[in-house]
């Protein structure tokens, strides 16, 4: 019985080439946009979720006034990780983050290599556990 179905089918397909060019063509590229879409929204979905608590994990900036223009920046003063947990009730916890680009590590003739780095506080580590 299959192999009688699958005989029509071939058949059929040959018979009618252009159309099943059309037909399988069509949903070749239907299949393909529908995976990468896919792989796009679960690629969106998965940011940010290795942290189990990400509500409570915040970032602070500073924004600064130039000529009546607001400028945020990433750059806080140093102390403000420790005046936080004075001062605001409700902190558990709080680190720093300095990133270091291209430190010159050394050269010669036209190599040059450089590093990327960040440092950060021992406290870093606890704050995705809180």
Same mark, same amino acid.
């Given at each position: ?46 940011? /940010? ?49 300095? /990133? ?31």
């Amino acid at each position: 019985m299959f192999r009688l179905n699958l005989k029509i089918a071939l058949r059929n397909l040959w018979k009618n080439k252009g159309f099943s060019l059309i037909n399988i063509g069509g949903l070749a590229i239907g299949l393909a946009c529908c995976l990468m879409l896919m792989l796009y929204v679960n690629y969106e979905w998965s940011y /940010d979720k290795q942290y189990k608590n990400v509500d409570n994990i915040y970032f602070t900036r500073l924004n600064l006034k130039f000529n009546g223009k607001i400028a945020t920046t990433l750059a806080v003063p140093i102390k403000l990780a420790g005046a936080v947990m004075q001062e605001i009730p409700g902190v558990q916890n709080t680190a720093r983050i300095v /990133d270091f680009n291209n430190v010159k590590l050394f050269s010669r003739d036209q190599n040059k290599f450089k590093l990327k780095s960040s440092y950060v506080d021992p406290s870093f580590v606890k704050v995705p556990k809180l």
